[in-house]
């Protein structure tokens, strides 16, 4: 029997099986919207050219993002390596996952020419 590693929600699944290039997904604290966000951006790891960073207003904001993503990603991808410092996952086709922090209307400045 293979080891589950997380397995979706009903609201979860829908939220992950949209089409549309923009998804919003609100609700009550503990309605798995985080367990969503990490989980659904592992869909393209596999291409070396993808890039996605995942936000919260405040940098302690993403420790909890952080945490479940050590959980699942080194389970899922063994061989992908968390950079402490800068705050991503590399993944072995060279796909990365960014972690960051988004405190005013100008913080996505931060965030131009991510590679």
């Avoid at 009550?28 to 993808?50: H, M, T």
């Amino acid at each position: 029997m293979p080891n589950i590693i997380w397995q979706p929600q009903p609201k979860q699944i829908e939220f992950m099986s949209r089409e549309e290039y923009e998804v919003l997904y609100g609700g009550a604290a503990g309605g798995g919207k985080s367990d969503a966000i990490i989980v659904e951006a592992l869909r393209q790891v596999d291409n070396p050219n993808y890039r996605a960073l995942i936000l919260r207003k405040t940098y302690p904001q993403c420790r909890e993002l952080i945490i479940k993503s050590l959980r699942i990603y080194s389970a899922v991808y063994p061989d992908a390596e968390y950079n402490g410092s800068e705050h991503y996952w590399k993944f072995p086709s060279g796909a990365k996952i960014y972690f960051g922090s988004m405190p005013n209307q100008l913080s996505y400045l931060n965030y131009q020419g991510l590679s």
